[in-house]
């Protein structure tokens, strides 16, 4: 039964440019979560996406959006990206409203 | 506006003594809450939850209480063994929000000594 699946593992990118993180849920779960992590501090809620749309946002700026594929797997794009944005971004995936979220390993982003 | 405070940044514990990890929280509208513990380039692992219905949840050595009116949760590990040994985070949510939004507090890190 595979869990959380999140790729790349690692992103190095400059200023400006944008970037797509990759999220596939736990297995018979239908609903993903963004959430950020800074060093040193706990995760922060980004979006959290079911049926394919976004159902509630945190306190990110529009740069940061997503989106639901059918097959519940997800995706995170951050447009120019900000040195700020270098974090630790981290999907969890849950079944319906489920307040249990499973977590996956994460992508360490770092903007140069 | 940190609705959910994990005051102590580490903590240090003999093998086989209790572990307790305190939160603080400043939403009345919380009505459950999580813990989750995370080692170094892993994601966060579920470890125990407990509703506002409750004052406690036990699950093998863990065990999360629950007080309503101090706004306040802890977990207890005992015995400490030194695989307990990560960051701990409380986490709590807001029932009735169409989403599950889960709030973090600032994690406390577990040494567990042998």
């Known amino acids: 039964d595979a869990g959380v699946t999140q790729s790349p593992t690692h992103l190095i990118k400059t200023r400006g440019q944008q970037v797509t993180l990759r999220c596939s849920p736990k297995?018979?779960?239908?609903?993903v979560s963004w959430y950020q992590q800074a060093l040193g501090q706990g995760p922060q809620f980004i979006f959290q996406y079911y049926e394919e749309e976004e159902r509630q946002r945190g306190n990110f700026p529009d740069r940061f959006s997503g989106h639901q594929f059918p097959n519940y797997s997800s995706e995170l794009n951050v447009n120019a990206l900000l040195l700020g944005d270098s974090a630790l971004y981290l999907c969890a995936s849950s079944f319906g409203l489920a307040n249990e979220q499973f977590f996956g390993p994460g992508t360490r982003l770092t903007v140069l | 506006d940190q609705q959910v405070k994990q005051n102590s940044p580490s903590l240090s514990v003999q093998e086989g003594r209790i572990s307790i990890l305190n939160c603080d929280y400043t939403n009345s509208m919380f009505d459950y809450f999580l813990w989750y513990k995370k080692y170094p380039a892993e994601g966060p692992t579920f470890l125990i939850s407990?509703?506002?219905?409750?004052d406690k949840n036990e699950d093998g050595r863990f065990t999360v209480f629950l007080n309503k009116s101090a706004k306040h949760l802890s977990l207890h590990i005992v015995p400490s063994q030194p695989g307990d040994s990560a960051v701990y985070f409380c986490?709590?949510?807001?029932?009735?929000?169409?989403?599950?939004?889960?709030?973090f507090g600032q994690g406390t890190r577990l040494t567990i000594n042998p």
């Open positions: 407990i509703s506002s219905i409750k």
């Open positions: 986490a709590a949510s807001e029932e009735g929000q169409g989403a599950q939004k889960l709030v």
């Open positions: 297995s018979g779960h239908d609903t």
